[in-house]
């Protein structure tokens, strides 16, 4: 009789002894995207560890939402939430729930898990969504820990505090709002193609199945809470994203294997996946990357009003044209990043300096992902002096140019745009090559601040100096 070969399943049963949180999440996964089609793969891991977080959250301090849309019906969302309801903990589907009721159902134990299907009609439009002003006051309360809400009770009016802290998911079409978005996973789902192919589920027949792997990921997170409560997981993101995150990380750092680096790629795609989306929906930061983008195509350092304007309005699938923008607008829009015009330098035109906006820059928008923003001459220093145009090599303290560490007008987020080094009038030479826009550093009337040649240029903007030369 011929002996059989288990080598693979005895290998993969001391496997799974060996790490269970880790083969245990693998199943939570192989499951999910048994079901669901999942736009990728970071998708399917913010959803799994999302899910195991429901089970551990009385160790954690957050409680991360998660937000599944879809640009059309039909893309899986419902189904989705029928996979999640089958594994996570003490699932509470708010169809038709009153927000009273929904107070009234979280406790301070372990909270429920908040499930709220087509949410879309709660939050689709204005109108709507100040019908359900409460419910996102509720969704974004409970996100953290020790954040009740005060209600009046009874016929006496007694004045009671009701726990807002659960985990929520929500599905719908469209955008949710961006309160809630902030404080969640969030992943877009697609609808199939014809050759993505799902199993059927059927609540009869595949409603066990969930519900085991329900249990097993109850037990598993049971004993790993004080694990999960003492642990601070090194996180790829920062801010509000790592307060949503770290609890889902520390899941992964728990499990081991493979999950730890799954969970962080994935983190730091679906962020930066959901602050571009961010970007895009936000009209304030629409413009200043607007404005931005100008500049840099431009190469100056100062626009007048009229011709920033001007330039807004001809880029390409922007709203500016349709705004019917103009200078006063612009400066009405500016306003709430403390932005005002200003004269340029010879007080002949009033608009925007670049070293004015590179503050606002930095906090608002994503840096450009383009290379260095340093001049050709930047780029020929070397390691112990300055080549100069003739080829020879000076020692880099006896020339009058300053260096990356002295630029005083130099901010966070402007070198991108080469401002300080590269002038207003930087072109091309007749071969076609980079040329720079002011004088290299070879004459004594150099300016030291600025770099300028002061007896025909003058001195550029924001330089301190007025007379001195090298």
């Given amino acids: 009789m011929t002996e059989l070969d288990r080598s693979d399943e005895l290998l993969e049963m001391y496997a799974r002894d060996a790490l269970p949180g880790a ?71 708010s169809v038709n729930a009153t927000v009273a009721a929904i107070y009234r159902s979280i406790g301070d134990k372990h909270p429920p898990t908040l499930l709220v299907d087509e949410a879309d009609t709660l939050f689709g439009s204005k109108k709507v969504a100040e019908q359900n002003e409460d419910l996102r006051a509720l969704l974004n309360a409970g996100h953290q820990r020790g954040r009740p809400a005060l209600r009046c009770v009874g016929p006496a009016q007694v004045p009671t505090e009701f726990p807002t802290f659960a985990m929520a998911a929500l599905a719908g079409i469209g955008q949710m709002p961006d309160t809630i978005t902030d404080r969640a996973v969030n992943i877009t789902l697609r609808r199939r193609k014809p050759d993505e192919k799902v199993a059927q589920f059927r609540s009869r027949r595949d409603g066990p199945i969930l519900a085991d792997l329900r249990d097993r990921l109850a037990a598993w997170c049971a004993t790993q809470l004080d694990t999960l409560a003492d642990a601070e997981p090194e996180m790829p993101v920062e801010d ?43 009209l304030g930061v629409r413009l200043l990357t607007d404005i931005r983008d100008v500049f840099s195509e431009r190469g100056v350092a100062f626009l007048a009003s009229a011709d920033l304007v001007a330039e807004l ?14 200078p006063s607008k612009l400066a009405y829009r500016l306003r709430e990043y403390k932005v005002k015009p200003g004269h340029n330098t010879e007080k002949t035109a009033r608009g925007y300096r670049l070293e004015d906006l590179a503050d606002v820059f930095s906090r608002y928008l994503r840096p450009k992902p ?8 930047d780029q020929q220093q070397c390691r112990d002096g300055l080549e100069t145009p003739d080829g020879s090599t000076r020692p880099a303290d006896t020339l009058p140019v300053r260096d990356k560490t002295t630029r005083p007008t130099e901010m966070a987020g402007q070198r991108m745009f080469g401002t300080g080094w590269t ?34 240029q003058g001195h550029r903007d924001g330089c301190q100096q007025t007379a001195e030369v090298s």
């Avoid at 083969?23 to 913010?46: C, I, K, N, Q, W």
């Avoid at 880029?315 to 923008?325: I, M, N, Q, T, Y």
Wanted: aromatic share 8%; glycine share 10%.
């Fill in 23 to 93: 083969a245990l999440l693998d199943d939570t996964l192989s499951t999910f995207t048994r079901y669901v089609v999942f736009p990728d793969e970071h998708a399917a891991v913010g959803t799994v560890l999302w899910v195991a977080g429901t089970h551990a959250v009385p160790a954690f301090q957050h409680a991360p939402r998660l937000v599944a849309n879809s640009p059309e019906k039909r893309c899986g969302k419902s189904r989705l939430l029928d996979v999640i309801a089958g594994t996570c903990h003490s699932p509470l589907m």
């Fill in 240 to 282: 509000r994203a790592a307060d949503t995150w770290e609890p889902l990380i520390a899941i992964a750092d728990a499990a081991g294997g493979r999950w730890p680096e799954l969970a962080r790629t994935a983190c730091a795609v679906l962020v930066a996946r959901a602050d571009g989306e961010d970007e895009d929906r936000s």
């Fill in 313 to 326: 309005r001809k880029v390409d699938e922007s709203p500016w044209d349709g705004f019917d923008l103009n």
């Fill in 370 to 377: 383009s290379g260095t923003s340093e001049s050709r001459y």
């Fill in 423 to 456: 002038g207003s009038d930087g072109g091309t030479d007749e071969s076609g090559s980079e040329t720079l826009g002011f004088t290299p550093p070879t004459g004594p009337d150099r300016c030291q601040e600025c770099g300028w040649h002061t007896p025909t």
